[in-house]
């Protein structure tokens, strides 16, 4: 299943499920470091270029079900200059780090700042990236989850064990990846989406639990998604989510998705990467006035990934990066779970037919079987305006990828992706990074997406290519 997640420890939301049969009550296939989907052939085996040359490499191939293939591939070795330590804090600037470092020392706690400086290939902003707050250095995890107990008792919820190889810098690894390969000729199962812990609001979840309530065979990480409340709420997808036809987040509009259908029927491959994602939503009201909606089950005026109209200081595709918006109206289903987020502004709750039921402040519940409109700002004035109890609204969804309208049918998911990497053969977006494969023949690879703050792209996503006509078989 897709789960994103900055890195494998952490949590995370979307969740791509592969299920053969019905009913089928396995766990989820062991998911790594690093997890690339390949669809169809896979290219030939040759060791990968992680790490400096003449790294050791160990491969070994599982057939999970007709058609459907896991490869673990451990590649280099433990790096004597890597150490597990606790990442008590993550800041965007020094002067909060440093009062980060104040407070865990009158707790007892020699820590120290460490910035992180690679950003994503296309944010132009100067400087690290942030600053990582951490306690400990140790050369096995355990003593390092126990500290971690310790400094979160003293207040840093957000804390997590880290290895600091993942920190960007040279190291031999070992790197843990894992290929799923599903042939289209004799996969008999499903492919899918799912939200890894039913509901956005209810957080994020690794694999290991979402695989098997979904009673998955196999499943790999996903999208980007919001990490701190600064951002917005933690486990939303940073970008598209469709999950069973219903759309659940917005597009980060103009970049790359990857589509997936619930079998090869349809006329459409299984699973297909498609660009310039894009969707468009609008609300009318029964009294004619229409509005744009900014978002889908989100915090207004936080806008990860940027690429929505009215996002400040962009409305482009802005990597890593969380955009505001003071005028913003968001459309909340049950999905997002039980109540909508409080703060300023109005808020419309509407039943299955789109009636108005109650024009309320932000914060209220979401009736089971219809949505809530959320406005703040110029939006507010227009729900208060407009939106009445009694009035109707109606909100249409529209999905464009590849300058083709595409249809939220039942089946459908769909999960959101960073810069393309590679087209054809090329390195595409200005993507600069190690690349999983040594095969940029014929293949489309496109990241799921970039660690934060590492050189490798955690999940990624291959389909084979014709040479003859260099398009997607």
């Known amino acids: 299943m897709l789960v994103p997640g900055l890195r494998v420890e952490r949590r995370g939301l979307i969740a791509l499920v ?14 790594g470091a690093t997890s690339v989907a390949a ?18 490499e160990q491969r070994t191939t599982l057939e999970l079900a007709p058609g459907v293939s896991l490869t673990r591939i451990l590649h280099g070795a433990a790096d004597p ?7 008590a804090a993550w800041e965007d600037t020094d002067a909060a780090a440093q009062a980060d470092l104040g407070r865990l020392a009158g707790a007892g706690f020699n820590a120290s700042v460490v910035p992180i400086g690679q950003r ?32 979160k008792a003293a207040g840093l919820a957000d804390a997590g064990v880290d290895d600091t190889g993942e920190d960007g810098g040279p190291t031999t690894g070992p790197w843990a990846v894992d290929v799923l390969r599903i042939d289209h000729a004799q996969f008999r199962g499903r492919l899918g989406t ?18 098997p309530r979904a009673g998955a065979l196999a499943g790999v990480n996903g999208g980007y998604f919001v990490v701190g409340p600064s951002d917005g709420t933690p486990g939303d ?5 469709v999950v069973d036809g219903q759309l659940v987040a917005e597009a980060v509009n103009g970049r790359t998705a990857l589509f997936l259908g619930p079998t090869t029927g349809h006329g459409e491959p299984l699973a297909q990467i498609l660009s310039g994602v894009s969707t468009a939503i609008d609300a009318t009201a029964s009294d004619g006035a229409e509005r744009v909606v900014n978002g889908l089950d989100r915090v207004p005026g936080r806008v990860r990934a940027c690429g929505r109209p ?10 890593d990066f969380t955009c505001t918006d003071p005028d913003e109206l968001v459309v909340y289903k049950p999905l997002f779970g039980s109540a909508t987020p409080a703060g300023s502004g109005v808020e419309a709750a509407l039943d299955a037919d789109g009636l108005v039921t109650v024009l309320r402040p932000r914060g209220g519940r979401i009736p089971p079987n219809g949505t809530v409109l959320a406005g703040t700002g110029a939006a507010s004035d227009w729900l208060t305006a407009h939106a009445q ?66 050189v490798h792209a955690r999940t990624s996503f291959s389909r084979t290519c014709s040479c003859a006509t260099n398009s997607p078989s």
């Open 18 to 31: 592969l299920v053969v049969g019905l009913g089928w009550a396995g766990g989820a296939a062991p998911i």
């Open 39 to 56: 669809a169809d052939d896979a290219p030939a085996a040759r060791a990968l270029a992680l790490g400096p040359a003449g790294l050791p």
């Open 81 to 87: 200059t890597s150490a597990w330590t606790v990442t």
């Open 120 to 151: 994503a290939p296309d944010d132009p902003a100067p400087g690290p990236l942030g600053y990582a707050v951490r306690v400990g250095s140790f050369a096995t995890r355990a003593p390092a989850d126990r500290l971690l107990r310790d400094v």
């Open 194 to 211: 799912i939200l890894a812990s039913g509901m956005i609001s209810a957080g994020r979840a690794p694999v290991s639990q979402a695989a």
């Open 237 to 241: 997808p940073a970008g598209i989510s």
């Open 310 to 319: 009215g996002a400040q200081p962009t409305q482009g595709p802005k990597h």
């Open 389 to 454: 109890p009694g009035a109707h609204i109606r909100v249409t969804e529209r999905l464009t990828a590849d300058g083709q309208r595409r249809l939220l049918r039942p089946g459908l998911g769909v999960v959101n992706g960073g810069p393309r990497l590679v087209w054809g053969g090329n390195i595409s977006d200005g993507a600069e990074s190690v690349m999983l494969t040594g095969c940029l023949n014929c293949s489309v690879l496109s990241s799921w997406p970039f660690v934060a703050w590492s």
